[in-house]
């Protein structure tokens, strides 16, 4: 039993379709539990009144919008080593929700930010980031879409998913380089004394277990129909060729 | 190699085009930017620099996609990628190439450039030497997108719509060696830091833009 065997198409497509409705519906019970409980179960800051709840959608959101794009550089590395056609498919598919996921995270930003900091928008290394970031899923998805060969497309957009982590890598410490922050530090981590209020931990904590889920459910169900539409136009080809 | 070179040089400048589109875009942004803005020098002496930067990298992305498209068009390139000469090699040659019919004018129209601009007299150096440092990362970053959309039909903006975050970091870094040594300050953290840039992308991209090029040349 190796993770090798589910590059083969037949077999992820059996153990995704078992697995999808579990994911799924663990992952809309966390969001559902999390915003709840995060919404109208925990006090009001102190300074920062309601607004602070945002939270709940902003920090999962941005934690999937990094990680979708580490996701996309895994299975991009698969693809290009060992050729696994499911691999190249859930990068693909990974690229709109990543897309997606860091647009909310710049949206919830700005209307937190507009009561906070009394601006939408600010040119501080984290948010600048994230706008460099849209770049890359948007260059990304766009290679896809331009390329008509499926497999030079793969090839292609593989390479752009190297080059561009290190350069999204180089370009977030040339922003921390160029303009010091507005945005507070991290206040989630393990090890540091000050984090954020256990009150407020507990629901967030939920809520980015629900996020992750949701990213998996969302690029399961992307992957499958990827591999349907594979599937269909490898049957059309036939049906031309006979 | 060297006959590639010279080969690409002759042709850059004989076919016309795109040899002087660069450096009159550059100049054009230098003269329409005060008209824009106003006349004063102040405030011109301020923004200086990053126009200068965003100006130059603007005006090498005019031309990138013809770092391949046209030896991809009359299969010249099919017959580089056969010869016995690495395509890694024949990346870097034309990169070089690129560099010197776009990077270099612009490298020595700046210092002009800068006067219209009113940019401070400490500063002239440094963006003489930020540019020449910089340009070549942007030729051989832009000759990497120009390879990944090299089969693609009118990827013009896709080129761009890729290669414009790849570029982020060197105009961070260029810009902020003349802004600094425009007001006086030390500078060599932003140029060992845009050199770096520049040397190592130099060093790896090559066999990236070698990679799709042969994707693409399959």
Request: proline residues 5%; positive net charge; charged residues 10%.
């Amino acid at each position: 039993m190796s993770i090798w065997e589910y590059a083969n198409p037949k077999k992820f497509m059996q153990t995704s379709g078992l697995v999808l409705p579990w994911v799924a519906g663990l992952s809309a019970l966390c969001i559902v539990a999390g915003l709840v409980w995060g919404f109208f179960l925990t006090p009001d800051d102190y300074r920062q009144g309601s607004t602070v709840k945002i939270i709940y959608l902003h920090v999962p959101s941005a934690m999937m919008a990094i990680n979708a794009w580490g996701m996309m550089l895994v299975t991009s590395l698969i693809w290009l080593v060992r050729r696994h056609h499911v691999s190249a498919l859930a990068a693909k598919a990974a690229a709109p929700v990543g897309l997606t996921f860091t647009v909310i995270a710049l949206v919830t930003g700005a209307f937190w930010g507009q009561p906070m900091w009394g601006t939408w928008w600010a040119w501080d290394p984290r948010l600048t980031s994230f706008l460099i970031l849209t770049l890359f899923y948007l260059g990304y998805i766009a290679l896809w879409q331009a390329v008509e060969d499926p497999d030079t497309a793969a090839d292609l957009t593989a390479v752009l998913c190297l080059v561009g982590s290190v350069f999204a890598l180089l370009s977030r410490y040339a922003v921390l380089f160029w303009n010091q922050g507005l945005h507070q530090g991290a206040s989630l981590s393990l090890d540091k004394k000050e984090n954020v209020a256990d009150v407020f931990w507990v629901p967030l904590v939920v809520c980015i277990a629900g996020f992750v889920l949701l990213f998996l459910t969302l690029v399961l169900v992307r992957t499958r129909t990827e591999i349907r539409a594979r599937r269909l136009s490898a049957l059309l080809a036939r049906e031309r060729m006979a | 190699m060297f006959r590639l070179l010279t080969r690409d040089l002759r042709l850059a400048v004989r076919a016309g085009g795109g040899f002087g589109l660069g450096l009159a875009f550059f100049l054009l942004v230098a003269v329409l930017v005060p008209l824009g803005v106003g006349p004063e020098g102040a405030v011109l002496a301020r923004i200086a620099p990053g126009i200068l930067w965003v100006g130059a990298l603007l005006a090498c992305l005019l031309s990138l996609d013809r770092i391949f498209a046209l030896d991809f068009e009359d299969g010249s390139l099919d017959l580089l990628a056969t010869s016995p000469m690495p395509l890694e090699g024949v990346v870097a040659v034309k990169s070089l190439a690129h560099w010197l019919v776009t990077g270099v004018p612009l490298v020595l129209v700046s210092p002009v450039l800068g006067v219209l601009l009113n940019l401070p007299v400490q500063g002239y150096g440094w963006l003489v030497l930020s540019l020449a440092l910089g340009t070549p990362a942007l030729s051989v970053i832009g000759a990497f997108g120009a390879a990944l959309t090299v089969g693609v039909k009118r990827g013009g903006l896709l080129l761009s719509l890729l290669v414009l975050p790849l570029y982020v970091p060197t105009l961070i870094f260029g810009a902020e060696v003349v802004k600094r040594g425009a007001a006086g300050l030390t500078v060599g953290t932003p140029v060992l830091l845009l050199a770096g840039i520049t040397l190592g992308a130099a060093a790896l991209l090559p066999f990236a833009s070698a990679a799709a090029l042969r994707v693409n040349l399959r």
